[in-house]
């Protein structure tokens, strides 16, 4: 008989073991090795069997096992010792309390992969996530991550007879995971309520999790106050249809909003002047931060929205269309308008904010995405080349400015080194190059680390990974019917001598989990070569709705079973934190080839760098920033191509020749010590130069600086003075918008083009009609530099022109030099263009006046 409910009961610890609670409830076990090696000794055959998980390990382990425990001396002193030391690590300051005044941020994520203890991620966004929160309480940034209880997780994948992904999803007790619940001073749970139409509301409880430094909070639509359809909210990562999703996004972004006011009056944390929108799907947290500026300080919605977008931040992690979450619009009538409706937020104004309202929009759509953009003064995309594909995609929304100055920046991702690398490697980095491991600096000294210690880690991890893998095989065939006489040739699958190569990831079209086996004969040969053999180890999961997805995983599942190469080739089931920790560590050359531009960042590589692994990829993502030649290898993209089946073919053609004639040879060349000379000569260069790069404390510390810090400058200039910053940007950007549509460039003369030299400067004459507008109001510029065969721009300088007096009727006269720096086709044009201290940047508000024909020079020779 099953049960009808799933529960926890928690041991009571005896009183000297009590301090093992607080390590316990702190996710800092999960990325400090001394912390964990102490839970170990609890139990170490339990702490297997838990798979490293502490709150089940101690609800587990014998009580005698504990009363033993509780009078060993030598245990207790290593207790007191790792309760002193993460007391210290919160306490003691940090980079962030070094460089300056206090910012407190709000971090918003729909999913966060902090430990596979905590199942609530699906993917990169979710790893990424926990790395930011992990990286932010290594660095002191007084942030608070905020996110959503999954009662189900994302699901657990396992496989059928013949290969199918199989879906099952467990549930989780928040009692048996390493959470409290968010409480009132007097022991009342603290409780979140959203209004939703026909006069019902959805109520939400708050978990708390520690994450080293940092709070998250985590709502859970799970309790009694709901009616079953609203408990059932936040059951599963996304998961359900139109009307689920967004009632866990109006969850996450105004119940999150909500929940941080309540747990700043509980504690007495800072209030966040940043609010960092991690995707689209918390997006709604600006509405709710526009009514309280109504609400509460009588601000119109303009000028709440105005002071809402100075202290936002919006990350986009997609640059896949399908990638973003679009409600249809009547959806949105329906929750946020009709008795729904607040009267400080009008739906017509939340309608038009993810309104898809330029060329090539869909006018019956609401996008999540646009309206994070819409309500964030400062967005970025996660590599460059993100940031380039993300000025294309959402150029439509800053009118007729150029892509390149389109507001969309770029961090690049990073990784958390404590989380991803391998025990032996810091170790070994502790021993041989301590200045890296204690102030991130020195990492040249890289190259001076032994290369047969090296190759001896190396070999550890690979071996760790083999036998792993066949573990997990073992369970994946039991699962699908096998009988134990059945799966005794598992004992020989893989070898920790062999050229291993990983592939994991999410599996949507566009990663093309299957282009390895484009040509089976050839994948076959490599692995099966008799004198330099490969063999591939995968993992991913499919989105459950995916069947296309599900159909790439069959595929590869049916070829890995084949009895010739399943010594050589595995795929295991159950992607998840754990398995991509061994799969990174293990792996020699970490395997990348989706459709060059979709990958927006990719950071599975970067952890297989810092453990020494070296990169196979196309080059997109990071690996198109920071490939240089020597820290592994890019294949050749075709993406210029139209054919996709082409494309497919080519691509697959070079991967191959890639892994037989320059990853296997360079691998298997050995010198008369055994030792793969180049190969760690590679092995050194990528650690040497990728390491400062990939880190998460990189990553973290360029939105301190580049984002953070900004944004709460920006904040902190519109509420001065009871919002009065707010208030008059609001209003001249009213001013502006309105007499627009009257300014305009009417004359453009300049001298001598035809003789022109580098090194001379071109003068510029420019009458504008400024419509009524005050010259404070605008920027009239000369845009100038190379042109190409079509006379567009590229890269252009732009010179802001002097006021030189009136012309007739009301227009003015502008006047300038432009330099001519550089020989060979030049051009230039004129443009007007809004200024104001507080605005980001020159294309915030879309507008634009430009000439209304060329004029200047095209194709002029300048000698």
């Known amino acids: 008989m099953k049960a009808i409910r799933r529960f926890t009961v928690r041991t009571v610890l005896p009183e000297p073991l009590r301090p093992l609670e607080e390590l ?44 033993r425990l509780a009078e060993d001396r030598r245990f207790l002193r290593r207790l007191d010792g790792a309760v002193e030391d993460l007391r210290d690590y919160l306490t003691a300051p940090r980079w962030y309390q070094e460089r300056g005044p206090d910012v407190a941020v709000a971090y918003f994520s729909p999913e966060y992969g902090l430990t596979a203890a905590l199942p609530q991620y699906s993917g990169g966004l979710g790893i990424l996530a926990g790395d930011h929160l992990k990286t932010a309480s ?29 879906e099952r999803y467990p549930s989780l ?54 009616d079953q359809a609203a408990r059932d909210i936040t059951d599963r990562l996304y998961g359900g249809g139109g009307d689920h999703r967004l009632l866990q996004e109006m969850l996450l972004g105004i119940g999150g909003v909500r929940a941080i006011r309540a747990y700043c009056r509980i504690t007495g944390h800072p209030a966040p002047e940043v609010f960092h929108t991690n995707e689209g799907h918390a997006g709604f947290l600006g509405l709710e931060r526009i009514r309280e500026l109504v609400s509460g300080q009588g601000l119109t919605f303009d000028e709440a929205l105005e002071a809402t977008r100075a202290g936002t931040v919006f990350t986009t992690h997609t640059p896949v269309p399908a990638g973003i979450d679009r409600f249809p619009r009547e959806l949105i009538q329906r929750y946020f308008g009709g008795v729904n409706e607040e009267a400080d937020v009008p739906v017509e104004r939340v309608l038009a904010l993810g309104a898809e309202d330029y060329p090539g929009g869909d006018g019956t759509v609401f996008n999540m995405a646009v309206m994070g953009m819409r309500l964030a003064q400062r967005v970025n995309g996660v590599s460059r080349l993100h940031g380039e594909v993300s000025r294309e995609m959402f150029g439509g929304l800053w009118g007729g400015f150029d892509t390149s100055e389109v507001p969309i920046g770029s961090i690049t991702n990073g990784v958390h080194a404590g989380t991803w690398v391998a025990r032996e490697v810091l170790d070994l980095a502790a021993r041989e190059v ?77 990663k093309r989990l299957t282009l390895m086996t484009h040509d089976p004969g050839r994948l076959r040969a490599l692995l099966l070569d008799p004198e330099r053999p490969v063999q591939i180890v995968i993992a991913g999961k499919a989105h459950p709705a995916d069947e296309g997805g599900k159909r790439l995983i069959q595929d590869i599942v049916r070829f890995a079973d084949a009895e010739d190469v399943r010594h050589r080739i595995v795929f295991l089931p159950d992607y998840d934190m754990a398995l991509g920790r061994l799969l990174v560590q293990g792996c020699d050359v970490w395997m990348n080839n989706p459709l060059r531009p979709l990958e927006a960042c990719g950071t599975s590589g970067m952890k297989a760098a810092l ?121 001249w950007k009213r001013r502006v918008a309105k007499a627009w549509p009257g300014v305009g460039v009417e004359h453009v003369e300049s001298g001598g083009e035809q003789s022109m030299r580098a090194g001379a400067r071109l003068p510029l004459r420019v009458v504008a009609d400024l419509g009524g507008l005050d010259p404070s109001d605008v920027a009239v510029e000369a845009v100038y530099g190379r042109v190409d065969d079509a006379d567009d721009l590229v890269d252009p300088s732009h010179l802001e022109l002097a006021e030189a007096g009136p012309a007739e009727d009301g227009r003015l006269r502008y006047a300038g030099e432009v330099p001519l720096s550089r020989s060979g086709a030049f051009g230039y044009s004129v443009r007007v263009v809004p200024r104001h201290p507080m605005l980001a940047g020159r294309a915030e508000m879309g507008l634009i006046a430009l000439p209304p024909a060329p004029h200047g020079m095209t194709n002029g020779d300048l000698r």
């Open 24 to 67: 316990v409830l702190n996710l800092r076990w999960s990325w400090h090795h001394e912390t964990r090696d102490l839970f170990r000794t609890i139990d170490p055959a339990l702490w297997e069997a838990v798979r490293h998980d502490p709150v089940r390990l101690l609800g587990e382990v014998a009580p005698g096992r504990l009363d």
């Open 138 to 166: 290594d660095l002191g940034v007084p942030l608070v991550g905020v996110g959503l209880l999954y009662r189900h997780g994302y699901f657990s994948q396992s496989l059928s007879p013949d290969g199918w992904q199989l």
């Open 173 to 226: 007790d928040p009692n048996g995971l390493p959470l409290t619940l968010l409480r009132e001073d007097g022991g009342t749970p603290v409780r979140v309520v959203i209004g939703l139409p026909q006069g019902r509301d959805l109520h939400a409880q708050v978990w708390l999790a520690r994450v080293g430094r940092v709070p998250q909070l985590l709502l859970d639509s799970d309790v009694e106050d709901n």
């Open 434 to 510: 301590p200045e890296v491991v204690e102030s991130g600096r020195g990492w040249r000294g890289v190259r001076d680390v032994p290369e047969s210690e090296i190759w001896r880690i190396r070999r550890v991890l690979r071996e760790r990974l083999v036998l792993d893998a066949r573990r997990r095989l073992r369970e994946s065939w039991r699962q699908r019917g096998a009988s134990e006489a059945e799966v005794s040739w598992i004992d020989d699958v893989l070898d920790p001598d062999v050229l291993t190569i990983g592939f994991a990831r999410r599996v949507p079209s566009y």
């Open 611 to 731: 453990n020494g692994g070296l990169n196979l990829s196309i080059r997109d993502g990071w690996w198109d920033e920071w490939h240089d030649g020597q820290n592994g290898w890019a294949i050749p993209s075709a993406d210029g191509l139209a054919d996709p089946a082409r494309r497919d073919a080519l691509e697959a053609a070079a991967l191959y020749e890639l892994v037989e004639d320059h990853v296997a040879v360079t691998f298997y060349d050995r010198d008369g010590a055994g030792l793969p000379r180049r190969w760690l000569e590679m092995v050194k260069h990528t650690i040497a130069t990728l390491g400062p790069k990939v880190l998460a404390s990189r990553m973290v510390r360029d939105y301190v600086e580049g984002y953070y810090a900004p944004a709460a400058a920006s904040a902190r200039a519109m509420a001065a003075d009871g919002y009065a910053g707010a208030r008059a940007l609001a209003s």
